[in-house]
Each structure stands twice: as structure tokens, then as C-alpha cells.
């Protein structure tokens, strides 16, 4: 974790680089969720490049993280009027557990806390029950149920879950979705705007 580095984003090389990113993880880990036909219209309407670019220019700010000098995942948030939305934190599975996410989740909770925000918000695939269960065990309570028409003929069809934030962030030992966290705060997910993976 001491190697991580957080960058972020703000070049056309950064966005070029969140966009193979969340090819290579979202290829991965979401057609047995959501299908490929989906994660492939997903992608291209949230995750590619003009996307992103719009996203930032409407004010989500996106972050790269490193380990090793090596680009291993991205995240994103923007800020509603009561908490932090993070819409997605994505880290490929071969640094999963090694502290890269909860790097990147102290520092989205500092963001938070920086603009007086006292609760991070997501949503979560209802069908990702991997990751619901991590998020429960974490703290995360289930606010409201959503389904989202996102065109041709698909929904994101999510739980929206909050966790409130006090003062300091403490994070599970590592950033394992597969693992529960220790009595600690935060443990670090991927979403899809707002999915955890």
C-alpha cells in the first residue's frame, strides 16, 4: 500500500487509460451479473471516452490509482446535496487484498469530510450478492431500491446504500471483496455507476 500512488485525472492520456481500465475489469467481472450485451452498452455509455469527459466536465472528479508505478484501477465520485456519491471504484483482481482500495477509500472519505459531508452513497447491482453482503457487513445500510432505463432496452436495477462517515476513517485490513473487513469502517468495492463489483 505505501506504493500506491493516487492521480488525478486531467489528461487525455488519464481518461485513455480509466477507459481500458474499466474494459479490462468490466469484461471480467460483470457478464455473469449482467450479461455481455450490457456490460458492452454499459461501457460505452458510461466508461469510454466522451463519456468520461462529460462526466468531469458536469463535475465528477476521477482519480487512477498506481501500485508500483503500475496503473490498477480508478475511481470516481461526484457530490450531491447531503453526501458523496461514489459511482465507481474499480481495482483489477491481481492487486485485489493488497491495500490499493482502501488507499483509495481513505482518501474519498477525506474528500467527503474535506466538504463537510458526513455519508458516502452507492448503489450496488441487487443481483451482485457477493458484494451486498460485503457492503452490509460493513456498515452500509440499504436506503431505497431503484431500477434505472439506461436505453436499448436495459435497466440498472440496484440498491442504493449509505454509510455515515464520523470524523476519521478507519478501513478493513485490505480491500478483499471476497473477505469481510476487520471491525473497521470502510472496505473498498468496484461499481458500476454506483455498482460494486
Not at 458536469?58 to 490498477?72: E, I, R
Request: with cysteine; proline share 3%; hydrophobic share 40%.
Amino acid at each position: 500500500m505505501e506504493d500506491t500512488i493516487i492521480k488525478e485525472v486531467a489528461s487525455a492520456c488519464d481518461i485513455t487509460l480509466v477507459e481500458m481500465l474499466a474494459t479490462k475489469i468490466w469484461q471480467e467481472h460483470y457478464p455473469q451479473i449482467i450479461g455481455r450485451e450490457q456490460v458492452d452498452y454499459m461501457l460505452a455509455k458510461y466508461q469510454s471516452t466522451p463519456a468520461i469527459k462529460r462526466q468531469i466536465k458536469d463535475g465528477a472528479s476521477y482519480y487512477l490509482l498506481f501500485d508500483n508505478n503500475h496503473p490498477v484501477g480508478y475511481f470516481s465520485y461526484h457530490f450531491e446535496k447531503d453526501a458523496l456519491f461514489l459511482s465507481k471504484i474499480y481495482v483489477i483482481k491481481e492487486v485485489r487484498g493488497n491495500g490499493v482500495g482502501a488507499k483509495a477509500m481513505e482518501t474519498i472519505a477525506s474528500k467527503a469530510l474535506e466538504q463537510s459531508v458526513d455519508k458516502i452513497r452507492l448503489a450496488v447491482n441487487k443481483f451482485n450478492s457477493e458484494t451486498l453482503e460485503v457492503y452490509k457487513r460493513l456498515g452500509f445500510k440499504t436506503v431505497d431500491s431503484v431500477e434505472k432505463d439506461i436505453g436499448a432496452g436495459f435497466i440498472m436495477d440496484d440498491y442504493i446504500m449509505e454509510k455515515p462517515l464520523t470524523g476519521s476513517v478507519a478501513l478493513g485490513d485490505n480491500d478483499s471483496l471476497e473477505q469481510p473487513g476487520s471491525e473497521r469502517v470502510l472496505t473498498p468495492a468496484a461499481t458500476r455507476q454506483g455498482q460494486v463489483a
